[in-house]
T-cell receptor
Framework: NAGVMQNPRHLVRRRGQEARLRCSPVKGHSHVYWYRQLPEEGLKFMVYLQKENIIDESGMPKERFSAEFPKEGPSILRIQQVVRGDSAAYFC????????????FGEGSWLTVV | EDKVVQSPLSLVVHEGDTVTLNCSYEVTNFRSLLWYKQEKKAPTFLFMLTSSGIEKKSGRLSSILDKKELFSILNITATQTGDSAVYLCAVQIQGAQKLVFGQGTRLTINP
């Protein structure tokens, strides 16, 4: 899967806790995307980031969700005060960013809210 | 609203059969169409299609795009049990990096 690394792979949180998901893109890739997949559904775009910038967050819920891609370190997707409906697989993807390139996905982080 | 629709949603065939998976789309500014295979974890890239009528082939898998009729098909010949997976179709929008995914086709190959 072209080296996109996500952790943790599985995360269990109680309602009201915070979930923090990390993504290290393929080496050399400067563009990171987060997608969410609910059970038995396709992937839904959440946010697109470049280093230190959020480019498109049109798929991100307005409250409780935030994402960052700092100059150093992995991209972080943060979900505050989790609810049962946040239970899903969260996939990170990366690309070099130039036109026509392919987007490669990580293995995903499975969040379960109990 | 940009939309990608896959059919069928589910397909069960016997090993050795040939299958055709369909993907139709309605998007504002089409850039490319991608096919992924998902086996309980990360979607694995299969094909990227940008031009109409040019078949892309990889082993027993092939795919073609029709930009006039706004659809693509993914063919798998001589299916094997290892082909069992969810096949995802996604469209990349011009001027935006995000992918719009269909709901997937769950393919099951029985021995």
């Amino acid at each position: 899967n072209a080296g996109v690394m996500q952790n943790p792979r599985h995360l269990v949180r109680r309602r009201g806790q915070e979930a923090r998901l990390r993504c290290s893109p393929v080496k050399g890739h400067s563009h990171v995307y987060w997608y969410r997949q609910l059970p038995e559904e396709g992937l839904k775009f959440m946010v697109y980031l470049q280093k230190e910038n959020i480019i498109d967050e049109s798929g991100m819920p307005k409250e409780r969700f935030s994402a960052e891609f700092p100059k150093e370190g992995p991209s972080i997707l943060r979900i505050q005060q989790v609810v049962r409906g946040d239970s899903a697989a969260y996939f990170c993807a990366s690309s070099p960013g130039y036109s026509g390139n392919t987007i490669y996905f990580g293995e995903g982080s499975w969040l379960t809210v109990v | 609203e940009d939309k990608v629709v896959q059919s069928p949603l589910s397909l069960v065939v016997h090993e050795g059969d040939t299958v055709t998976l369909n993907c139709s789309y309605e998007v504002t500014n089409f850039r490319s169409l991608l096919w992924y295979k998902q086996e309980k974890k990360a979607p694995t890239f299969l094909f990227m299609l940008t031009s109409s009528g040019i078949e892309k082939k990889s082993g027993r898998l092939s795919s073609i795009l029709d930009k006039k009729e706004l659809f693509s098909i993914l063919n798998i010949t001589a299916t094997q049990t290892g082909d069992s997976a969810v096949y995802l179709c996604a469209v990349q929008i011009q001027g935006a990096q995000k992918l719009v995914f269909g709901q997937g086709t769950r393919l099951t190959i029985n021995p």
